[in-house]
């Protein structure tokens, strides 16, 4: 990220018309204190604090008030719920900044308390010319689990090709499951507006729109990795999308990035309706990186917005964010943060309420450059030229690194590794507190809620440990003992914790 400065001066270049007219109406009437740097594109300039005073014969008050926040997603709502809109865990770590892990209360003494389905759930998948079978869910695999009409839903894509609607409290369908082409293996997205929408990718080349608001889930639009070119890699959609004021950002394993005007309504049967537009796609990749990494560079992880930037990853190691502040007027993003980790980026970013960026990093290539900057990172976009904060090494051995979203709670980043070791590490300095050995490989992301640490290892455990000193170690809580390899997210809501295994099932824990 630029200083505000430069910034200033990026937009002016590519918005010359939009600030002729701004300028004329600043002329008729001077903005406020600050207005003209927001104008600018600055994605951390703070509000400015508007104060009136009253005084009377006999007292003097000062009320202080903060203006709400102007930009696309005020910094500091970082492990804040999305919006107050919808009640729940709606996409992959919850924000859009992926820092909310949900609500309590945690169960204290949980067992299970139903799994679905009955049978196992697998389906056939090809990798290159392999064909795998693959059951249960997978990374990242969170389910969404929110509140309508009196009822808490609980939704997720699996391995059995299917979207599936079911009641948090009974695990019983409240709709027919949705089909798609192929296997799920990324976390849905619930509309935070209120919209009946679910966003998913598939493995079968489309990113989907789904309305859950009719007897059956029901297909409205789908974005296909080949609508788009130029492409690399596959057509898969890991991701999970954001929704922000009627526009959906998503990477692709296409190696793209996109942007949908998504047009949301309802139509004159009461039934809701979008009329999508793809207005901005952009490759994740530039020729240096190409020289550096080769084709590789495909979009895993989830985006994360910060200000007015939206930030993502890929698997050429490339860390990106791109300034957003002009779309509403029809200027396209502009790259203003760069930077490359030296290796594979699938995890998601996750970003704290100052902007800093932390990144785990796999170990696949071995190559110098992920062995200068390290395998947990972090990075201050504002200071583009020279990011690095600190960098953490975790690299026992080739193919090794980090998969799993490192968690963030208050002073203290927690960051599963591949080879079961999970690292406590201090924000400010990335000095290693404690370190715990779990059975790997742990690519479940940590969810914490009320300060207990909920974490699945690949011996199909489920832990919870008290983090509220994070000084101390983790102080062990319970284990409930799933079946079959936990490589997906916890979902954590009021009493409710769900995840998915390799097993072939679906387990609610209270």
């Not at 056939?124 to 693959?134: L, Y």
């Not at 994360?304 to 990853?313: D, E, L, P, Q, R």
Request: include cysteine; charge should be negative; charged fraction near 20%.
């Amino acid at each position: 990220m630029s200083s505000r400065s430069s910034r200033a001066i990026r937009f002016a270049v590519g918005g010359l018309s939009l600030l002729f007219v701004l300028l004329v109406v600043l002329i008729a009437k001077p903005p406020p204190t600050g207005e003209s740097e927001r104008l600018a594109g600055e994605p951390f300039a703070e509000a400015p604090m508007s104060t009136t005073s009253t005084t009377s014969s006999s007292t003097s008050t000062t009320t202080t008030t903060e203006p709400p926040y102007e930009g696309w997603v005020d910094p500091e709502s970082s492990g804040e719920p999305w919006g107050d809109t919808v009640e729940g865990l709606l996409t992959f770590r919850g924000n859009p900044t992926r820092s909310f892990y949900g609500e309590g209360p945690v169960p204290t003494d949980p067992e299970i308390r139903w799994r679905f389905p009955d049978q196992a759930m697998c389906s056939n998948s090809s990798v290159g010319q392999e064909v795998i079978n693959w059951c249960g869910s997978g990374w990242t695999g969170q389910p969404a689990i929110f509140e309508r009409d009196g009822q808490t839903w609980v939704t997720l894509g699996s391995y059995s090709r299917n979207v599936h609607f079911l009641d948090a409290d009974t695990g019983e369908r409240l709709l027919d499951d949705f089909p798609t082409g192929d296997i799920i293996k990324g976390s849905v997205t619930i509309d935070p507006d209120g919209y009946p929408l679910l966003y998913t990718g598939s493995r079968d080349n489309f990113y989907r729109v789904v309305a859950f608001d009719g007897d059956a889930p029901r297909e409205l639009w789908a974005l296909a990795a080949t609508d788009v070119s130029p492409t690399k890699w596959n057509n898969d959609w890991d991701g999970a999308g954001l929704i922000i004021d009627d526009y959906l950002f998503i990477g692709g394993e296409n190696s793209q990035f996109h942007i949908v005007k998504l047009n949301r309504g309802y139509g004159g049967d009461g039934l809701v309706t979008v009329d999508p537009e793809l207005v901005f796609d952009t490759p994740g990749w530039d020729d240096e990186l190409l020289a550096e990494m080769g084709g590789n560079v495909s979009i895993e992880n989830s985006v994360a917005i910060s200000g007015n930037v939206v930030y993502f990853a890929n698997s050429g190691g490339l860390i990106q964010g791109w300034d957003i502040s002009g779309l509403k007027f029809g200027i396209d993003p502009t790259r203003v943060f760069r930077y490359w980790a030296g290796d594979d980026v699938d995890a998601t970013l996750v970003i704290d309420d100052e902007g800093m960026i932390y990144a785990g990093v796999e170990y696949e290539r071995g190559n110098a450059r992920s062995q200068e900057v390290g395998q947990i990172i972090k990075l201050d976009p504002s200071k583009p030229d020279d990011p690095l904060v600190w960098g953490v090494q975790e690299r026992p051995r080739l193919d090794s690194g980090v998969w799993a979203t490192p968690g963030l709670y208050e002073d203290l980043l927690i960051v599963p590794t591949d080879t079961g070791a999970v690292l406590g590490l201090d924000t400010a300095t990335g000095e290693e507190r404690w370190r715990l050995e779990l059975s790997g490989p742990t690519w479940s992301s940590p969810v914490i809620v009320d300060g207990i640490w909920i974490q699945g290892d690949c011996a199909g455990v489920l832990h919870g440990f008290d983090i509220r000193d994070t000084t101390a170690e983790p102080v062990p809580l319970w284990e409930v003992e799933l079946s079959g390899c936990i490589e997906s997210t916890p979902a954590v809501w009021r009493g409710h914790i769900v995840v998915g295994t390799r097993s072939g099932f679906i387990y609610s824990i209270g």
